[in-house]
């Protein structure tokens, strides 16, 4: 079956100036929207966020575009945890955002399924997250991709409401 849309998803070198300001700026855009309701937090603040995140231990930070885009356009910052219950190393998805000029158009899912394929080929057993109920969008990913503890919700949850999911690898 082929891809309706080509992607490029690499991780993101906080060495590089590009990367880190295209980091940052993701981030920005991430916080102004309705779901994160945080448009103080503005590129300055996600500079300094960068650097903590590139001296921080176990801190994997995707960066995607589209093949045709000349701007990087997605962005999924993930933590190594370990479970107790898999008895091993796992991944919890912190946040993800995809500009919204690229969404639709299979930019989170590649950013989750390389976190996935790179999760298998270092031994990780599964990938948590937590997910603002109001964030329909996301669930409706994180349920296409096969994380569980989305199944059921309710059609509209309280405000401050938030799910987690999890997904075996």
């Known amino acids: 079956m082929n891809e309706p849309h080509s992607?490029?998803?690499?991780?993101?070198?906080?060495?590089?100036?590009?990367d880190r300001a295209d980091f940052a700026r993701l981030m920005a855009e991430f916080a102004a929207e309705p779901v994160s309701a945080s448009p103080h937090l503005g590129v300055s603040?996600?500079?300094?966020?960068?650097?903590?995140?590139?001296r921080r231990a176990g801190t994997l930070v995707l960066l995607a575009a589209r093949a045709e885009s000349e701007s990087t356009e997605g962005?999924?910052?993930?933590?190594e945890g370990y479970s107790s219950f898999a008895r091993g190393p796992l991944f919890n998805i912190?946040?993800?955002?995809?500009?919204?000029?690229?969404?639709?158009?299979?930019?989170?899912s590649a950013m989750v399924e390389t976190l996935a394929e790179l999760g298998r080929e270092h031994g990780?057993?599964?990938i948590t997250l937590e997910v603002s109920a109001t964030n329909t969008g996301a669930i409706r990913l994180?349920?296409?991709?096969?994380?569980?503890?989305?199944?059921?919700?309710?059609?509209?949850?309280?405000?401050?409401?938030?799910?987690?999911?999890?997904?075996?690898?």
Do not use: Q
Not at 7 to 18: P, T
Not at 45 to 54: I, K, M, Q, R, Y
Not at 75 to 79: D, E, K
Not at 94 to 108: I, N
């Open 7 to 18: 992607h490029d998803v690499w991780i993101c070198d906080f060495s590089d100036a590009e």
């Open 45 to 54: 603040h996600f500079e300094a966020v960068a650097a903590d995140l590139a």
């Open 75 to 79: 962005v999924l910052i993930a933590f």
């Open 94 to 108: 912190h946040d993800v955002h995809v500009s919204a000029s690229a969404r639709g158009a299979g930019l989170g």
């Open 124 to 126: 990780h057993k599964k």
């Open 142 to 169: 994180y349920r296409r991709l096969g994380f569980s503890g989305l199944e059921n919700l309710p059609v509209t949850a309280p405000a401050g409401v938030t799910y987690f999911a999890t997904k075996k690898l």
